[in-house]
């Protein structure tokens, strides 16, 4: 059975930068994508950066763009989120997951197949 593991999470001033991790445990052989998704209070779930087991480049939700960058170690077993110049409305539960059988745009995906318990994000003004 496949386990995610997110952290790194943390309260940091506006400005600042948090690195998140997601460790997966178990076998994650013939994935498709790893994302990251965030929910803040009263909102709903939404993507915001995803990565790919095929030559498609990563997916970014556009309030993170440029400052987000989403990357894995050589082994595709780690997935890393740095997230740079940090906004209060960054404010979120940070969630890692994974699918296997979807082959569009992951930040869409609602559905996926393996999720993390989440790490929290604050940002303070």
């Known amino acids: 059975q496949l386990q995610l593991v997110e952290s790194g999470g943390g309260s940091v001033q506006r400005g600042r930068s948090l690195r998140l991790t997601c460790t997966a445990s178990g076998s994650i052989r013939g994935y498709f994508c790893m994302a990251w998704f965030r929910q803040a209070p009263g909102q709903e779930r939404e993507g915001v950066a995803a990565?790919?087991?095929?030559?498609?480049?990563?997916d970014y939700a556009d309030s993170v763009q440029g400052r987000f960058t989403i990357s894995q170690d050589t082994a595709k077993t780690t997935m890393y989120l740095q997230m740079d110049s940090l906004e209060p409305d960054d404010t979120a539960m940070y969630y890692c997951?994974?699918?296997?059988?979807?082959?569009?745009?992951?930040?869409?995906?609602?559905?996926?197949?393996?999720w993390g318990k989440g790490t929290l994000v604050n940002i303070s003004s």
């Open positions: 990565i790919y087991n095929t030559p498609r480049t990563p």
């Open positions: 997951a994974t699918d296997f059988s979807y082959a569009g745009n992951c930040l869409i995906r609602r559905n996926m197949d393996y």
